[in-house]
């Protein structure tokens, strides 16, 4: 008879492929990394698929692996779902801080991230500084960087990419933002006076590109959105950066917190 993976390992698995690595999960749950990786190595030999693509950098999931994650992810929410009180229509309130740009492409997936019918309320808190989430001033983050902090925890979810955006009859005028972004210090140092106007506000050069105004620097998620925007240029390398979904260690082992990152996962794989 043929062996079946147990529900410890693929628990283990869920650790694994959720943190990207043997030591962050090790502290998650409790095992060495040295048990972790016997037990994902026995994982793929029982299910005769390569799970993860190992790297000093951590572990990558495989098409296989993040097939598996999914079910696994959908198995979880129907095991909660069961687990509520039947007469429990409440629903806890979510905030969620990123920039601009991320805060604009979430609210557009408002239903993916709250859940149809919806389980949970969604504070969106737009900020283009990072804020203070050890002390708890919001659950969920999305970061442009890996967070040092002990007391937090962070799942990497892709990366994000700039370039110029404009209407095919826009001028070659530049939009400024004065902002202490890297974006907005990237236009700042490059383009000189071929600037047509300045805004404080990230959207506002959105909003000016639309109106075949100017050319706008945005990223390519938002960019790729409008139809009547065309890409005026080439991909700024130096500001393509990895996106983080990070939330603090106590808030990560909550069911309504862990269903919204895993659905930011989904929305941000699209």
Known sequence: MNEKPNWDDLRLFLAVAREGGLSPAAKLTERSP??????????????????FLRHDRGYELTHDGKALLAALTGVERELEALSRPAQDNTRSTIKVSAGSWTTLHLLGRMSDLAGSPPDVMLQFVAAEAVLD??????????????????????????????????????????????????????????????????????????????????????????????????????IIAVLTHDRWVVTHQDD???????????RLYDVFAD
Not at 146 to 163: V, Y
Request: proline letters at 8%.
């Open 34 to 51: 040295a048990t972790l990786s016997r037990r994902m190595l026995a994982l793929e030999q029982v299910r005769r698929e390569t799970l």
């Open 252 to 262: 990560r082992h909550r069911p309504d917190v862990r269903r919204v990152v895993d």
């Open 133 to 234: 989430m050890p002390h708890r001033t919001v659950a969920i983050g999305v970061r442009n960087h890996r967070p040092t902090a002990s007391n937090l925890a962070a799942r990497q979810i892709g990366r994000a990419a700039f370039a110029p955006y404009a209407t095919p009859d826009a001028p070659d005028l530049w939009i400024k933002v004065i902002a202490e972004t890297p974006s907005a210090n990237w236009v700042a140092d490059h383009v000189g006076q071929d600037v047509v106007c300045e805004v404080t506000a990230p959207r506002n050069s959105l909003d000016l590109a639309l109106a075949g105004q100017g050319i706008a620097l945005l990223p390519t998620f938002v960019g790729k959105a409008y139809p009547t925007l065309e890409q005026r240029g080439d």
